[in-house]
């Protein structure tokens, strides 16, 4: 560590701070935000509309936000915005007005699409430059979210789901105070080529390609963690004290799972690391799918960080390796459109519709199928990728 730069050391301090606040107030707030629009009168399926609604609307603006980003150079003020625009509008949920709900919801969505992916950026960015692996970052996340999503259950077992907008604010501008003392590299990792090219070279790649497909195959099935857990749970006979604790145990397996990722990779491969994770997730959902028992879907979250945690680094790393340096930023913004955005809209209005048509058990049924789906394609990609290295050799 004495080799790399101080100012390397002490970005890579302030995003693992930066990822510290940003998933207390996300493991806090976001699981429980179906749950929250239910309590004002919002339906589970209009709910998951709405949601699939607002996560189209994020694929929409990602564009806008990277010429915003990549014309003006304003990485830094683009990620507060991100930040502290959704954590302000959460006040408005307090409201029984269904307009005043969706307006806020939809404006949140509009600043909070890009939050990912530039944080990403900056991460992989300075990972590098403090020669550690972005895992090492993102797990101070997965942490924050295990024990945000323990503290909001906590907090709602004494306060209105009504009031949860308080703490969700006071964490997210401490993320956003963090951010802003980012150092002003940032501003310069982005796309040094124009969008369109971007997409051009990497849509371009049948490889990448058929990753980001896989990608959706696998990643729609999460929606039936973060947006129907706790409906799903409380349909079971959980409490609100109990999915904390499924919500914390789920969030803490991410932190060793995103450690470890670097070096499971740099064993086995980018594309078997991905096809392990997906099985995990078929296992995940097949398992709440037969076994629909609070104890059992407590216990089931241990799965979490081998099926998403894992998943997500090594497909993070995956797109920086595909994407180069010149598409760092617009590589993670095509990912980010496809594993949340289109995956979001695809899981929320599926198992929206499944969940509330046909309750839990054809939700985790066709979670099952998904995943398994994507591991097939992840497979033709180990598959494709160890032909490409045995021609090299």
């Excluded at 289109?342 to 969940?355: A, E, S, T």
Aim: charged share 10%; glycine share 10%; net charge positive.
């Amino acid at each position: 560590m004495n080799s790399v730069p101080l100012e390397a050391r002490r970005d890579l301090l302030k995003l693992r701070i930066l990822y510290l606040f940003t998933g207390l107030a996300g493991g806090l707030f976001n699981p429980y935000l179906t749950a929250l629009f239910v309590h004002q009168g919002i339906g589970a399926d209009v709910a998951g509309v709405l949601m699939s609604a607002g996560t189209l609307l994020s694929i929409l603006v990602q564009p806008i936000w990277g010429i915003l980003v990549d014309r003006f150079r304003q990485t830094k003020l683009v990620l507060l915005l991100s930040i502290t625009v959704p954590a302000c509008m959460s006040f408005f949920y307090r409201f029984e007005y269904i307009a005043l709900i969706v307006a806020a919801y939809i404006l949140s969505i509009a600043f909070q699409a890009t939050q990912s992916p530039i944080a990403d950026s900056y991460a992989v960015s300075a990972a590098r430059a403090a020669k550690t692996s972005y895992g090492t970052i993102r797990s101070l996340g997965s942490l924050g979210t295990a024990l945000g999503g323990y503290a909001g259950g906590t907090f709602l077992s004494y306060f209105a789901i009504t009031q949860l907008w308080m703490p969700f604010l006071t964490l997210s501008l401490a993320g956003a105070v963090t951010a802003l003392t980012l150092s002003m590299r940032g501003n310069e990792m982005s796309s040094s080529i124009s969008l369109s090219r971007g997409l051009k070279d990497l849509l371009g790649n049948p490889r990448f390609v058929l990753f980001l497909v896989a990608c959706f195959f696998v990643n729609q099935t999460l929606t039936a963690y973060n947006s129907f857990f706790v409906l799903s749970f409380q349909g079971a006979g959980g409490s609100y004290s109990l999915v904390g604790t499924a919500l914390l145990l789920a969030s803490l397996t991410n932190v060793p799972s995103m450690l470890l990722a670097a070096k499971i990779v740099k064993g086995i491969g980018h594309e078997r690391t991905l096809l392990l994770a997906a099985f995990f997730y078929a296992l995940r959902w097949g398992i709440q799918w037969l076994f629909p028992i609070p104890s059992v879907m407590v216990g089931i979250q241990v799965l979490h960080g081998l099926s998403f945690g894992l998943f997500y680094v090594a497909a993070v790393e995956y797109v920086a390796a595909a994407s180069g340096k010149e598409m760092q930023a617009t590589g993670q913004s095509i990912f980010t459109m496809v594993f949340s955005g289109l995956g979001g809209i695809v899981g929320n209005l599926l198992n929206g519709y499944l969940f509330y048509h046909g309750g839990a058990d054809y939700m985790y049924l066709a979670c099952t199928i998904s995943a398994l789906a994507g591991a097939g394609l992840l497979f033709v990609i180990s598959r494709m990728a160890a032909g490409t290295r045995a021609k090299l050799m």
